[in-house]
């Protein structure tokens, strides 16, 4: 009985190839033929495995090329989308000319579900920060798959409450940490992240504009703080490449008053 209800609902999701649904399609940017596994993601590992062979019919395989942006704050809620490869920053306005980064997008991550909601629309935007390639999937079928998937529901719950929990740090880091403080705890989020690559260095490649604007800071300002922690021994920077080499130093001044 359970699993006659589950290919119910799934056939119901088939409708989706409907006229909303088919414009959202033929006006995607980069529609690939690549392929993700349907096992990886936060999506496939969390559902019934009688739910996939849905999941592999509505999804979409999209790439998007550096630069290029998957959605943009203010535009309607379409979808969910899953980073299957590459590095997206999700970033608002913020003044004028400004943007915020709030959060840099890895392999598996969820990106979109700030959209979910009454209002259905993005309040922030999401840009590639290199070829990436993505699942994308309408939004009225993934909360059909939240209706059917307990425990993804269940998951997704507690993914909002750590969300939530890490921009109140955040908010609260902007207002009252050091800018110094700031950049040395974002160097340890990326390395925790990201890793490091062969040669030691963040494997994460980013501008010093971008690693400002997480900050909260200005460009003069980062390029002037990064160069101290550079004098200090604490980092080595050549290019874009970053190698940590005094953890524990950049660990104080995050906790420093």
């Known amino acids: 009985m359970f699993l006659g209800k589950i290919w ?12 909303n649904w088919l414009i959202n399609y033929l006006c ?14 936060f999506l496939c590992t969390l ?7 849905a999941i592999n019919s509505n999804k979409q395989n999209r790439q998007y090329k550096k630069g290029e942006q998957l959605f943009e704050e203010g535009s309607e809620a379409s979808g969910i989308y899953f980073l299957y490869k590459g590095v997206v920053k999700v970033h608002k306005r913020w003044g004028e000319d400004k943007q915020l980064i709030l959060h840099f997008a890895k392999q598996g991550d969820m990106i979109g579900y700030r959209g979910l909601g009454n209002d259905r629309r993005y309040p922030v935007t999401a840009t590639a920060l290199e070829n990436s390639i993505v699942c994308f999937v309408d939004i009225r079928f993934f909360e059909a798959t939240l209706q ?6 269940y998951s997704l719950m ?17 207002a009252h940490m050091e800018v110094k403080g700031r950049i ?25 504009q971008d690693m400002a604007s997480y900050c909260g800071t200005t460009y003069e300002t980062f390029f002037r703080l990064i160069n101290e922690l550079t004098r200090e021994g604490m980092i080595q920077i050549s290019g874009k490449s970053i190698k940590i080499y005094l953890e524990d130093k950049l660990l104080a001044l995050t906790t420093s008053k």
């Not at 529609?31 to 096992?39: E, H, I, K, L, M």
């Not at 990201?194 to 963040?202: T, V």
């Open 8 to 19: 119910n609902i799934y056939f119901l999701k088939l409708l989706f190839k409907q006229q």
């Open 28 to 41: 995607a940017m980069k529609v690939t033929a690549y392929s993700c596994d349907v096992q990886s993601c």
């Open 47 to 53: 559902c019934l495995p009688e739910w996939l062979p």
């Open 148 to 153: 059917v998937n307990h425990q993804l529901t």
């Open 158 to 174: 507690q993914f909002y409450a750590n969300e939530l929990q890490a921009a109140e740090l955040r908010m609260r880091n902007l």
């Open 184 to 208: 040395a705890e974002m160097l340890l989020m990326l390395q925790k992240n990201f890793g490091k690559n062969n040669e030691g260095s963040l494997n994460i490649s980013l501008s010093r």
